[in-house]
Every structure is written in C-alpha cells, then in structure tokens.
C-alpha cells in the first residue's frame, strides 16, 4: 500500500476526495453503472468502512466497491453479477448504456 500509484486510487487520498466533492458539470447528465455480487477471479472487492476498517465485500465487481462508485445525487444501474472486465461486454450494460445515450 505504499505504492503512489495504489494511494492516489484510494479515497482518502486528497485529491480524490477534492474530485468527488467537485465533480459535477452542470451540463452533464450523470449516471453510474456498477457491477454488484460480483467478484474477479474469484476475489471480492474491499471497501472502507464508516470506522476506517477494510473488509471484502460482494458489494461490488469485484476490483471496485459499490460505495467507492456512487455520487451524491447520482442515478446508480446496478449490474447483478457483473464483474470489473465484464461490464464492458455485458449485453445487459451494453444495453443500459444505448438507453442512455438515447435519452
């Protein structure tokens, strides 16, 4: 964990939390699609607790916990089952994201 690379991905790392607090456009649509009860290679993803503490959980792809995705006010597409490399290929994300750009 002392790597530069892994700290700037993590959410407690300054600039990441300065993004999430500063993200938005006001003429951007936003929308999140993540994969849940998923995992990658047979490994869960892990997700900071309230208290600071680290634990595998299936909410997530897999590599990315649901809570390190989602935005205040955001519309969230969860994708059951759905894995970190998956979501590029899954028909079901294939299609919520054409209804997407449709709308």
């Keep these: 964990m002392d790597s530069p690379a892994i700290f700037h991905m993590q959410t407690t790392d300054p600039e990441i ?43 997530g792809d897999g ?17 059951a089952g759905v894995n970190h490399i998956a979501l590029v290929s899954d028909n079901s994300v294939i299609d919520k994201v054409v209804e997407f750009l449709k709308a």
Excluded: D, M
């Excluded at 989602?70 to 969230?76: K, R």
């Design 17 to 59: 939390i300065a993004l999430n607090e500063h993200f938005t456009a006001k003429n951007v649509n936003y929308k999140i699609i993540e994969g849940t009860n998923a995992t990658l290679g047979g490994v869960k993803a892990i997700e900071r607790t309230a208290t600071g503490q680290y634990r595998f959980t299936l909410q």
């Design 63 to 79: 590599l990315v916990a649901n809570t390190q995705s989602e935005l205040p006010g955001v519309p969230v597409y969860k994708a």
